[in-house]
């Protein structure tokens, strides 16, 4: 699996994305997992024409010591559909951009 991944998080800032996360992208079901949506002008010309599977989204997986995301575009209405596919370039830059801005608004520095 392709994944982009932060460690060496400080107990104090777990805590702070922690938290974030919770107001911000919510319960998804699962421990630690927050799905954070893809900017929808990013989409790749199959994943836009998938109106039935939007929205797409990033997996982050938050522990006390990192952070995880999958580089992986997702459904969740769906295990399996031709639009789930790895971020190309730009929607890669726009997660690392994303996670960049949360942890510049939460005065992190990594």
């Known amino acids: 699996m392709k994944q982009y991944v932060?460690?060496?998080?400080?107990?104090e800032d777990y805590h702070k994305l922690k938290t974030y996360?919770?107001?911000n992208f919510g319960d998804?079901?699962?421990?630690?997992?927050?799905?954070?949506?893809?900017d929808t002008a990013i989409l790749?010309?199959?994943?836009?024409?998938?109106k039935d599977c939007h929205p797409l989204y990033f997996a982050i997986e938050l522990e006390e010591?990192?952070?995880s995301c999958e580089l992986l575009v997702r459904t969740r209405h769906h295990m399996r559909c031709d639009c789930m596919a790895y971020a190309v370039?730009?929607?890669r830059n726009?997660?690392?951009d994303c996670?960049?801005?949360?942890?510049?608004?939460?005065?992190?520095s990594i």
């Open 28 to 38: 998804s079901g699962v421990e630690n997992l927050y799905w954070i949506p893809v």
């Open 99 to 108: 996670l960049d801005a949360i942890f510049e608004k939460l005065n992190i």
């Open 21 to 23: 996360l919770d107001e």
């Open 6 to 11: 932060i460690d060496q998080l400080r107990l």
């Open 94 to 96: 726009w997660l690392i």
């Open 89 to 91: 370039r730009e929607q």
């Open 44 to 50: 790749t010309p199959i994943q836009a024409e998938h």
């Open 65 to 67: 010591d990192r952070l």
